[in-house]
């Protein structure tokens, strides 16, 4: 009897799925994280505040001091600081949660928010939104190339697409860490990424090449951690209409022998309507998709950038 792979998994805010956990007994249910991602992936729920011991419903934490160490404090006595609680808790979970694809974080919290949680300085000025939850910036520290956003920034079809992009090459590059890592199999996997790469960071893509000309002279399961690192961080930066208009010109090269004059003409319209707004990415995507069906192309049939992440997922319909 078969059974079917294990879903990925992704961590998040328990207040995200539905939990009571908030400071006012309450949630932030999200529909997008319990409808449309809970079709393709199992969620592992955090609540930093809760688990630290912290009651529900409970006072407010809020931000304070200076933004290279802020303090999580109680909002009604400043006395009671929750600062290195929030913050080994946040090492310790990293520590242990060490197959997660990705992590979902809720915006704003002064314990998981990502970006521009309110700081509030010593010396009585206004907050500023400068600032990262405690959990998540220890968390984030101990798993740098861990993919993570917040929920909030999900909802712009853009950074979702990103988002669940690094998920999937993050869950790649773990399974082939657990198969071993070897000079090729390193090589390998940057050959199945270099259109993806190309896509989001043509930069980091050409300083990629230039490291791995020298693979042979490091260790693998040394060189492998410092490849990855610039690998996440090429596949951070969004790639933009004019980045991926470039890759699927180069995709449309291999099949210029190939295709009758005005199938190429079809297709070099439909890139350029791309490049302009006027059509999704899914449209040009779809017919170089059909030509390679009619004449395959060995190297680019294990191209990552052609199906990065489940086509049910919709992903590539909407930017």
């Given at each position: ?232 961080q090429a596949l951070g930066h969004c790639a933009s209409r004019g980045s991926h208009s470039n890759v699927l010109q180069h995709l449309a090269g291999y099949l210029k022998r190939a295709l009758a004059a005005d199938d190429r003409a079809e297709l070099q319209r439909l890139i350029e309507q791309y490049r302009h707004g006027d059509v999704p990415l ?38």
């Open positions: 009897m078969s059974t079917s792979p294990p879903r990925p998994r992704l961590g998040i805010s328990a207040c995200l799925l539905g939990a009571n956990v908030r400071y006012d007994g309450g949630h932030k249910a999200s529909r997008l994280c319990l409808e449309d991602l809970a079709r393709h992936f199992d969620f592992v729920p955090l609540c930093p505040e809760v688990a630290i011991g912290l009651g529900v419903p409970r006072p407010t934490l809020r931000l304070v001091g200076e933004a290279a160490r802020p303090r999580a404090v109680d909002s009604r006595d400043a006395t009671l600081d929750h600062s290195a609680a929030l913050r080994r808790h946040g090492a310790e979970q990293a520590g242990q949660l060490d197959e997660l694809g990705g992590f979902i974080f809720m915006q704003k919290s002064p314990s998981c928010g990502l970006h521009r949680v309110k700081l509030y300085p010593d010396d009585g000025q206004p907050p500023l939104a400068i600032a990262r939850g405690l959990f998540a910036e220890a968390f984030c520290a101990a798993r740098p190339e861990l993919p993570v956003e917040e929920e909030g920034r999900l909802h712009d079809p853009r950074l979702r697409e990103n988002f669940v992009t690094r998920v999937y090459a993050h869950l790649d590059w773990l399974a082939l860490c657990r198969a071993g890592l070897t000079h090729k199999a390193i090589l390998d996997f940057h050959s199945r990424y270099k259109y993806q790469l190309l896509a989001h960071h043509p930069r980091l893509y050409a300083e990629l090449g230039r490291h791995l000309a020298d693979i042979g002279r490091h260790p693998a399961e040394h060189f492998g951690p410092l490849y990855y690192r610039t690998f996440s899914v449209e040009p995507l779809a017919l170089l998709k059909h030509h390679f069906r009619r004449h395959p192309h060995p190297y680019i049939a294990r191209q990552a950038y052609l199906q990065p992440h489940p086509e049910s997922l919709g992903l590539r319909n909407a930017i």
